[in-house]
């Protein structure tokens, strides 16, 4: 194992890319001092539906268009996106083969409504650590620092294909999903995608899509 650390921006359901990074290093940091960023993993993830690639967003509340950082980022229940995202991952999962097994505690997570979006974040990542049987040692970081001594991925797993840089570390490996054979296999998709579809076969993907 890498003895080096990786820091990490948070990230709502996040893909399956960020969870090899919990297997390769050590300990993984969490940036908590940046300034919150629309459009990014920090509160969205990917999951298949029926009709291919569905974006699922945590709307957070607007701040008059001052700055916020991530740790001071509230989350909005101006609309029921709670409904909505219960809705689109019954649709989506209901078939799957863990389906049944993991929707409770998928869905008390969802229903808590924490206040901010990084304890919400932090609250979905260690369960599904604990799903994953994986140890690795999580901190947070103590300051921001636009050029990072750590290995830096806060920007390198991102959603919009333009923003995103090379990572040599990972490959996706392809795997079971409810509709692969409507759409093929999507590549990278929320960790959720991989759980209901392997269940406890998950850590083992995860470790094929390692590339060192």
């Not at 921006?9 to 940046?34: G, M, N, R, V």
């Not at 709307?59 to 700055?67: A, D, L, S, Y």
């Not at 076969?201 to 590339?211: D, F, G, V, Y």
Request: aromatic share 16%; charged share 25%.
């Amino acid at each position: 194992m890498n003895i080096d650390f990786i820091l990490l921006s948070t990230a709502y359901f996040p893909p399956i890319q960020y969870f090899t990074k919990f297997i390769l290093f050590d300990k993984i940091i969490i940036e908590q001092h940046e300034n919150y960023i629309k459009q990014s993993y920090r509160n969205r993830c990917e999951i298949y539906g029926a009709n291919g690639k569905l974006t699922l967003s945590v709307p957070v509340q607007k701040n008059h268009n001052r700055k916020t950082t991530i740790a001071d980022t509230k989350i909005s229940y101006d609309t029921n996106w709670v409904k909505l995202h219960l809705k689109s991952i019954e649709s989506a999962y209901r078939s799957a083969p863990f389906y049944e097994y993991y929707i409770d505690d998928v869905q008390k997570l969802i229903e808590s409504k924490p206040i901010f979006l990084l304890d919400f974040n932090t609250k979905i990542v260690h369960k599904f650590l604990e799903f994953l049987e994986l140890n690795t040692v999580i901190e947070y970081s103590k300051k921001y620092e636009k050029e990072s001594i750590y290995n830096d991925y806060r920007e390198q797993i991102h959603p919009k294909i333009i923003y995103q840089k090379a990572d040599n570390n990972f490959i996706a490996s392809e795997y079971y999903q409810v509709f692969s054979d409507k759409h093929k296999f999507i590549p990278n998709l929320s960790i959720l995608d991989l759980l209901f579809n392997m269940g406890p076969e998950s850590r083992q993907l995860l470790k094929k899509c390692i590339s060192i």
